[in-house]
């Protein structure tokens, strides 16, 4: 059973940093993507960014370029989303989320497209107070 634990979230203030982890666990498939998203109180789901397991190769939604390096430690199964100047508008729930058939597309948006997803984790809230 694939299983994704998220962790890091919390809260603080504009300007501070952050790094989000996320564990996959019970995986069997090896050509996959990891990506994350966001949602804040009365708005959709959107990307925030992915990375392709076995080339590293990384996606990011323009309102987050520059300030959000996500990164992978394949020995721990583990991506790491480290973001920087926050902002309040970056305030929402942060879901990690794995595609088990990444070899099908490598576009933007397929990577990007929630629907791309298999399996996601339960969440971690990040605050950003002004």
Do not use: H
Not at 50 to 66: C, H, L, N
Not at 82 to 94: G, I, N
């Amino acid at each position: 059973q694939v299983q994704l634990v998220e962790s890091g979230g919390g809260s603080v203030q504009a300007g501070d940093s952050l790094t989000l982890s996320c564990v996959v666990s019970g995986r069997t498939f090896s050509s996959f993507a990891m990506g994350w998203f966001r949602q804040a109180p009365g708005k959709e789901r959107e990307f925030v960014s992915a990375i392709r397991w076995t080339t590293g190769r990384t996606y990011y939604a323009d309102s987050v370029k520059g300030r959000i390096t996500l990164s992978r430690d394949k020995d721990k199964d583990t991506v790491y989303l480290q973001m920087v100047s926050l902002k309040p508008e970056d305030t929402a729930k942060y879901y990690c989320a794995a595609d088990r058939q990444a070899y099908s597309s490598d576009s933007y948006s397929y990577t990007s497209a929630i629907g791309t997803y298999d399996y996601w984790g339960q969440g971690t809230q990040v605050t950003v107070f002004s």
